[in-house]
């Protein structure tokens, strides 16, 4: 079945590091990649996404590209905040259900300090 | 704004109990979800509506029902609350994306 993994946190950097959260897929046919984030207290938001191989999806100077080849989703960004710190979950929906169910990785909690 | 409430954000009850948690939305999409989440183990799908009075299984039912009489509303039931469902439940709903609410944050003791 269809299925999402993550890299497991808590990743920890300072201000303005480099960040790549890494995720990866198994799915039947071409799914629908997503980055949501959940910061403390509130629920997901979705932060990005990409619908087809090569899409590179961008929001809020985060980036990730649907690699088909790699069925991987990887989040990075080239700079990060503290402002930044939050829980990452990486999802797909292969949308043959018609329903837009999403399939969701275990999450990544990222904490950034100044 | 799409915006999805949650009738609460903290609830204690006792194992035994009936619990209800509400979930309304004010985009009029047809699809909605009920989740919860649990540390390691991200999301977990437990039940979803795509129309009034019409559900699904996800995959996690065990212990839960859910209704849907009117199309902005999902209610998420636990019959019978017991301890191994404390946890935080997330509700959606669907248009081409998932939109969330809050959270409600379930104690069972």
């Known amino acids: 079945g269809n299925s999402v993994t993550q890299m497991e946190g808590p990743v920890t950097l300072s201000e303005e590091a480099f960040l790549t959260i890494n995720c990866t897929y198994t799915a039947t046919g071409y799914p629908s990649l997503f980055w949501y984030v959940q910061y403390p207290g509130e629920g997901l938001q979705l932060l990005l996404k990409a619908t087809k191989a090569d899409d590179k999806g961008s929001n809020k100077g985060f980036e990730a590209t649907y690699r088909k080849e790699t069925t991987s989703f990887h989040l990075e960004k080239g700079s990060v905040q503290v402002s930044d710190s939050a829980v990452y979950f990486c999802a797909l929906s292969d949308g043959t259900d018609g329903y837009n169910k999403l399939i969701f990785g275990a999450g990544t909690r990222l904490a950034v300090h100044p | ?109």
């Open chain 2, 1 to 109: 704004d799409v915006k999805v409430t949650q009738s609460s954000r903290y609830l204690v009850k006792r194992t035994g109990e009936k619990v209800f948690l509400e979930c309304v939305q004010d985009m009029d999409h047809e699809n909605m979800f009920w989740y919860r989440q649990d540390p390691g183990l991200g999301l977990r799908l437990i039940y979803f509506s795509y129309d009034v009075k019409m559900k699904e299984k996800g995959d996690i039912p065990e212990g839960y029902s859910v209704s849907r009489e009117k199309k902005e509303r999902f209610s998420l039931i636990l019959e019978s609350a017991s301890t191994n469902q404390t946890s935080m439940y997330l509700c959606a709903s669907s248009g081409l994306e998932q939109y969330f609410g809050p959270g409600t944050r379930l104690t069972v003791t």
